[in-house]
Nanobody, 125 residues
Framework: QVHLVESGGGVVLSGDSLKLSCDAHERTWTLDALGWFRQAPGKEREFVGA????????YYADSVKGRFTISRDGAKDTVFLQMSSLKPEDTARYYC??????????????????WGLGTKVTVSS
């Protein structure tokens, strides 16, 4: 069982930057990937980006590519989501997710067994 805790959300202005953190606890050595998803009010949860836990390769949704960056502090089992040039449409609750059973599609929410409670990001215009 892996326990995930997100932090760093808040209210920012359009064009600002914000850095989210996801702290992974317990059996982190079993992880294959850690992903970030978001869900805006009235909308379905959507893929933001993910990082392969073992080789460090990262993947992004087209909507955030070039603006968001995922990185990992291996010593602390923490993954960061650095968000830049934020837009009002980035407003959502952001969730950290993990899988220890491998994956066929790193962008599919169904691939992930572990989820945090999320952190809210609001971007005002």
């Amino acid at each position: 069982q892996v326990h995930l805790v997100e932090s760093g959300g808040g209210v920012v202005l359009s064009g600002d930057s914000l850095k989210l953190s996801c702290d992974a606890h317990e059996r982190t050595w079993t992880l294959d990937a850690l992903g970030w998803f978001r869900q805006a009010p009235g909308k379905e949860r959507e893929f933001v980006g993910a990082i392969n836990w073992r080789d460090g390769n990262s993947y992004y949704a087209d909507s955030v590519k070039g603006r968001f960056t995922i990185s990992r502090d291996g010593a602390k089992d923490t993954v960061f989501l650095q968000m830049s040039s934020l837009k009002p449409e980035d407003t959502a609750r952001y969730y950290c997710s993990g899988t220890d059973t491998g994956y066929r599609s790193i962008s599919e929410a169904s691939e992930y067994e572990y989820w945090g409670l999320g952190t809210k990001v609001t971007v005002s215009s």
